[in-house]
């Protein structure tokens, strides 16, 4: 080596650390959406919206999710390095577009941690048979921000589950699921279910077969449902066999998570239908334990540690990617530096992510203790911002590619036209919930605030402080205010999509 | 041959790198300098910025390190790897035969050891080659 130690050294390339079969990319692909928690969070809400509706709004919120998730895999192929919405959205619309696109998602990340907290408590204590516990509120808000400040520090010190051990638990949990859809529809079609389920008619799976405005709420659900679900198709090259895991595997994970999604809601109505969970929605965090312990008996612990394992271990896996943004907003000079300080020793970016934990507490305190219905609320309002983003990426997917989509029928399916579909779909999803939560008298529990439902008021507080933050961060005018748009190197683009030769 | 050194910019990792420059010295050994900067909590997204910040916080400590070694009169080399610290140490154990690795043994913190491991345990388990555990 000569004299060259001064500037920064190169990095090289470790043993194969990246390189995952086709089981673990079936367990990526569900882990990103953890779907035990999601069942446990909103399939309650969803059927006392609905009611027998619930399977097909299920299947139907899918399909935004399906159009979007082709603009994440078209963007993250030519812009792999920072990999998010933040950073495409720049790219494509600029910095106005990309700073509120980064806020969303750096937001529903950092909020969703205290729901996954409150959830993996309770259904923690019910596991142990503490149901008194479990519905004392004050106890299971200290236990959550318990648990909320120890999985911080524990991605702070930056220890992490083994794959292994994270492919074995992702796997335990469907299968709980699937046993307790399984036992639940036998003991529904053979008649021993409550007074109040009913019988499986083909109308279920129609998402307009309730024909309320209700709808437009449980679709939004259903989105939160599915979130993260477009990570699982953008497993490119990191897969043991590139050519054709990836696929296979995206496939399979889906699969197994509309037959999860659907036949749990199927087994609900079977088993309890919609007027237990009607009766319960006050009960809204726990009515999917109680459904379990209906279904299964002594067995019910089953699925109750499923849930807790699934919001747990989420909790994790979202408070990495929160803190990264953070961190990327911070090195591109979106937010100030602090934000992007990073615990050398421990390789994470420590300031960003205890920032994390901080407003997760901070919030989830607050909406707990105002809102009557805190999940119910913020899940929803969660899913305005979901929403939000999810369509702005689905059009930053085809401006970036604006000049491909021409040239071929692929690209103009699959990159231009698919996307924009699913953005307009989301977005007037978005208009639709809006306009719906302006009328307290259509809301979940009848709470009304400033005359608007909470989950609006809780979305337009958190819009309206993005645009502070963003406004007070274009006076300060750093560098990222003069960041251009631009267009897909066409070079990074196969020809088969309209791309010129590598 | 040479010596391999993990080091990560702690207190730990300090005192690993002075025992290691002396032996190299008294051996007349080379020393590999190694640190790994993947980021912790696995693959996903940001992964590749957050990599780059963690290089670029680690940058001058490393080259500290290195020039600490050159001014003791040793041949020193710093080596960053995309793996987690045994990983990297692995890869340069693979690669570039050292004849010993030596690591500290608190770099991993007490607790964190206690909880989930330590770096010298988990090394000693993969190693094929003499680990020096400095206090």
């Not at chain 1, 009913?198 to 405005?213: K, Q, R, Y």
Request: with cysteine; glycine share 10%; hydrophobic share 55%.
């Amino acid at each position: 080596m000569g004299d060259d130690t001064r500037t920064t050294p190169e990095v090289q390339p470790g043993l194969q650390a990246n390189a995952i079969g086709f089981v673990d990319a079936v367990s990526i692909g569900l882990n990103a959406t953890s779907p035990a928690y999601s069942l446990a969070a909103v399939l309650g809400p969803i059927v006392v919206l609905v009611g027998v509706a619930a399977p097909g709004a299920m299947l139907a919120s899918f399909v935004p999710m399906l159009l979007i998730a082709s603009a994440f895999y078209y963007l993250n192929r030519v812009d792999p390095d920072c990999g998010t919405t933040f950073s495409w959205v720049t790219r494509a619309m600029g910095p106005w577009c990309g700073w509120m696109g980064g806020w969303a998602i750096a937001m529903t990340g950092v909020l969703v941690v205290g729901s996954l907290a409150d959830v993996g408590v309770r259904f923690t204590l019910l596991m142990f048979g503490q149901d008194n516990l479990a519905s004392n509120d004050t106890v299971v808000m200290v236990l959550a921000v318990v648990l909320i400040v120890l999985m911080t520090w524990i991605c702070v010190i930056g220890t992490e589950l083994s794959g292994r051990l994270q492919t074995v638990l992702n796997i335990a949990q469907v299968v709980a699921l699937i046993v307790f859809a399984v036992v639940a529809i036998y003991q529904g079609a053979t008649g021993q279910g409550l007074p109040g389920a009913v019988s499986p008619s083909l109308e279920w799976i129609n998402p307009f077969a309730a024909g309320t405005a209700a709808l437009t709420s449980a679709l939004l659900l259903g989105v939160f449902a599915y979130w993260g679900w477009e990570s699982a198709v953008n497993l490119n090259e990191e897969t043991t066999d590139s050519a054709g895991t990836p696929g296979r595997a995206a496939i399979l994970s889906t699969l197994i998570l509309l037959a999860t999604y659907v036949g749990v809601a199927v087994a609900v109505l079977m088993l309890v239908g919609p007027t237990f969970l009607a009766d319960n929605a006050g009960d809204e965090e726990m009515v999917f334990a109680l459904i379990a312990q209906q279904a299964l008996g002594g067995w019910g612990w089953i699925v109750l540690l499923a849930v807790a394992i699934s919001a747990v271990a989420s909790t994790q896996t979202t408070i990495i990617p929160a803190s990264r943004t953070a961190l990327s907003m911070a090195r591109r000079a979106a937010i100030p530096a602090y934000f992007g300080r990073i615990s050398a020793r421990h390789r994470t970016p420590a300031v960003s992510t205890w920032w994390v934990a901080i407003i997760a507490i901070v919030w989830y305190v607050v909406v707990s203790t105002v809102s009557e219905n805190a999940l119910f609320d913020s899940l929803t309002a969660l899913s305005l911002l979901i929403a939000f983003y999810y369509s702005l990426t689905g059009l930053a997917c085809a401006i970036y590619y604006r000049r491909l989509l021409f040239k071929s029928v692929k690209a103009f399916v699959l990159i231009g036209l698919g996307p924009v579909v699913g953005a307009i779909l989301l977005f007037w999803l978005l208009v639709l919930s809006v306009i719906e939560m302006s009328n307290p008298e259509n809301s979940y529990g009848g709470v009304s605030w400033f005359g608007l439902g909470p989950p609006l008021v809780i979305g337009i507080f958190l819009f309206v402080l993005g645009l502070v933050f963003m406004v007070t961060s274009r006076i300060v005018d750093t560098a990222f205010w003069k960041e251009r748009p631009s267009v897909v190197d066409p070079d990074l683009v196969p020809v088969s999509e309209g791309g010129d030769e590598r | 041959m040479s010596l391999a050194v993990g080091f990560d910019g702690g207190e730990s990792a300090r005192h690993a790198l002075r025992a290691a420059i002396a032996l190299a010295r008294d051996l007349e050994e080379s020393l590999l300098i190694v640190c790994g900067v993947a980021p912790a909590g696995g693959m996903g997204e940001e992964y590749d910025v957050t990599a780059e910040a963690i290089v670029e916080e680690l940058a001058p400590a490393v080259n500290e390190a290195v020039m600490l070694a050159r001014d003791a009169g040793v041949e020193a080399e710093a080596i960053l790897v995309d793996a987690d610290p045994v990983g990297a140490l692995e890869t340069v154990m693979e690669e570039r035969k050292p004849r010993m690795l030596v690591v500290g043994y608190g770099s991993s913190g007490r607790i964190r050891a206690a909880l989930f491991g330590a770096v010298a345990p988990k090394l000693v388990d993969r190693a094929h080659v003499p680990v020096l555990v400095v206090p």
